[in-house]
């Protein structure tokens, strides 16, 4: 079984915001809410980069270890997952998530009503798969249709690649051999507890 | 630290001392969140709506407030009262000794996530999940909102000379006038989890692992990689950092050197708040107990602390699912509220009137009595659509089976604890 990953290559990230705007497009996100986002450091000046951000599916995912009511959960393909009919919107995840990923509606105070909303890794939720009420909970199941996330499918520079990890990280070791320069896969230390040795 | 310099540390610290035989603080039942420790009071806020005034020493509640509705998700002292904000986006000006706040904002959209009081006490600083920033005058109640970041606000605190600092989900440290016009705006290397303002520099926590002292300019001095999980709340004393993780460590370091001090064990989750004078260090966490530790050696100072109540569980599938309810509700007997009523002996009692609980205005107009059908059919269709307005997050159990299995829990539960109130056992 893969263990699926996201890595941001942060030297070809351009902030065209595509990855941010397909997500939302894709699963109907609400107002107030974006699973994604691009952040950039360093704004204007020498070192500048843009990375883009979402949950990374962490191993050891803080944002599970915190939850006081369990609603994560990790798929065989390592990704990680939350069940909103558990969910009680405490915002304790959003403390622990080195990413900023989980979210709130913004119409409401979401300790009293909201629940949490974060990237699935375009793999839906604990209803069946492709089911009309995973897809309004989650929004859409594309793998399981065979596909990958569409933020990194959409990708113009290529920058956010989605997939096997093992295969990824072989990617983006190539580019930086190729390229001779590599300011590191932004955010896999943190997820993943390891760095892409070049 | 020069020989003069320890000197004095040890003279300041054998003044601070803690009291002989301190306790910990027993008062809050669900995760604690927010403290702040003043000249002679702890004021702790919670995942149960409470917020908690403490006597430092005896560590007895002087007062307690259920005013926000929701969690209290920042707390401060001023001079001659404190402050209080939540998750119902206000905040709360006391007086000591009054039963009501001398006045609160209006509620907001948004929830508060930090908040801090200016050195003069004339200011307060209210950074919110919708990014903005709010500054309060205390003299005229006048309020002025800054749209200060793009993501959430997970820090503020107020410099010696007034000035604001601000650092948010946008990975951006600001610093703004005492009336609100931007001075700085600098990039900051990762997620911040919160600020604490020690001589004049802003010690910064992230997500991964690091505590960050960043110059008034947004300048990044010292770091120190403690952890590689997230740090999640820091304070400051004059004599000390502290700052603990997601897996219960706590750290005491150095402010000039971010040199460690004292490293340990707090609790076995969370570290959700921490407090620092210049001998002991309080945490919050998940358990609800508010602890004291020696700022030095890291010792507990809490002594000995009665067995919490303990909770009916057995093997079967509605114990499972209740695992969810517990963070709200208890089973025991008596005035146990947490965020929501105790369910002890639930069925056959109308809605809105469990002992001791105060209930929205909305749940208290509803006529629902709670047997085991109304308690299924409300966890069928949710309790937006059952008991619309409450304060109850909105929770469905799908399988009619688990339903099923959830009332018998509550019903089972409840025999038990009669039957060993009965035997006394």
């Not at chain 1, 900023?100 to 105070?109: F, I, K, R, S």
């Not at chain 1, 955010?187 to 040795?197: I, L």
């Not at chain 2, 310099?5 to 601070?16: D, K, N, P, R, T």
């Not at chain 2, 639930?346 to 009137?353: D, E, M, P, S, Y």
Request: proline share 6%; with cysteine; net charge negative.
């Amino acid at each position: 079984m893969a263990r699926m990953k996201f890595l941001c290559d942060a030297d070809r990230c351009i902030e065209c915001n595509a990855c941010v705007t397909a997500c939302k497009n894709e699963h109907e996100v609400p107002w107030g809410i974006n699973r994604r986002r691009v952040v950039t450091i360093n704004d204007g000046l020498p070192g500048e980069r843009s990375v883009s951000m979402a949950c990374m599916h962490c191993t050891d995912a803080p944002c599970a270890s915190v939850c006081p009511v369990d609603c994560f959960y990790t798929t065989d393909d390592a990704v990680v997952l939350h069940n909103k009919d558990t969910c009680i919107g405490c915002g304790y995840c959003s403390y622990a998530c080195p990413f900023g990923a989980p979210q709130y509606p913004q119409t409401a105070n979401f300790g009293t009503r909201g629940k949490m909303d974060k990237c699935t890794y375009c793999s839906g939720g604990p209803e069946p798969d492709m089911s009309q009420a995973e897809y309004v909970k989650y929004g859409a199941n594309r793998l399981a249709e065979g596909k990958l996330p569409l933020c990194a499918e959409m990708c113009s520079t290529k920058a956010l690649l989605a997939g096997d990890g093992d295969i990824i990280a072989e990617i983006y070791r190539e580019r930086v051999v190729t390229r001779g320069y590599g300011s590191g896969a932004w955010g896999w230390r943190d997820a993943y507890g390891e760095t892409v040795t070049v | 630290m020069g020989r003069r310099a320890a000197l004095s540390a040890l003279i300041v610290a054998a003044c601070l001392s803690s009291p002989v035989g301190a306790q910990d603080f027993l008062g809050h039942s669900g995760p604690v969140g927010a403290l702040a420790v003043g000249q002679d009071m702890l004021l702790s806020g919670g995942f149960d709506t409470r917020a908690i005034l403490w006597s430092l020493d005896e560590a007895r509640a002087l007062y307690v407030s259920r005013f926000h509705d929701g969690t209290v998700t920042a707390v401060a002292h001023l001079d001659d009262g404190f402050v209080t904000a939540g998750q119902d986006g206000r905040i709360a000006v006391w007086d000591r000794g009054q039963a009501a706040p001398r006045f609160a904002t209006p509620r907001g959209t948004s929830p508060v996530a930090s908040l801090a009081v200016a050195g003069d006490g004339s200011r307060i600083a209210a950074g919110f999940f919708d990014g903005t920033v709010q500054v309060l005058a205390l003299a005229d109640q006048s309020i002025v909102t800054v749209p200060a970041h793009s993501d959430r606000v997970t820090g503020v605190g107020f410099l010696p000379d007034g000035q604001i600092v601000s650092v948010g989900g946008d990975l951006r440290f600001l610093r703004w006038s005492p009336d609100g016009e931007l001075r700085a705006n600098a990039g900051l290397p990762g997620l911040p989890n919160g600020l604490a303002i020690s001589q004049n520099r802003a010690a910064i926590i992230f997500a991964d692992g690091a505590l960050r002292v960043f110059s008034a300019d947004g300048a990044q001095l010292p770091e120190r990689f403690l952890t590689d999980r997230p740090l999640v709340s820091v304070g400051a004393s004059g004599a000390h950092i502290v700052t603990g993780a997601i897996d219960g460590t706590v750290w005491t370091l150095a402010p000039k050197d971010l040199g460690i001090t004292a490293m340990f064990r707090a609790a076995d989750g969370p570290i959700w708040a921490v407090a620092a004078d210049g001998a002991q260090v309080f945490t919050g966490s998940a358990d609800g107990i508010v602890r004291r530790w020696d700022a030095l050696t890291g010792d507990p100072l809490g002594g000995e602390r009665p067995d919490a109540p303990e909770e009916y569980t057995d093997a079967s599938r509605g114990a499972e699912i209740w695992r969810a309810c517990a963070v709200c509700h208890s089973l025991q007997p008596g005035d146990h509220s947490r965020a929501g009523p105790s369910l002890h002996g639930v069925f056959g009692r109308r809605i809105g009137t469990a002992e001791g609980f105060d209930y929205s205005p909305a749940l208290q107009a509803l006529n629902i009595v709670w047997t085991p059908e109304t308690v299924a059919e409300l966890f069928e269709v949710g309790p937006e659509a059952y008991t619309p307005g409450s304060r109850m997050p909105e929770q469905r159990v799908a399988d009619p089976a688990d339903r099923q299995a959830l009332v018998e829990f509550i019903a089972r539960a409840t025999a038990h604890m009669d039957a060993q109130a009965a035997t006394g056992n």
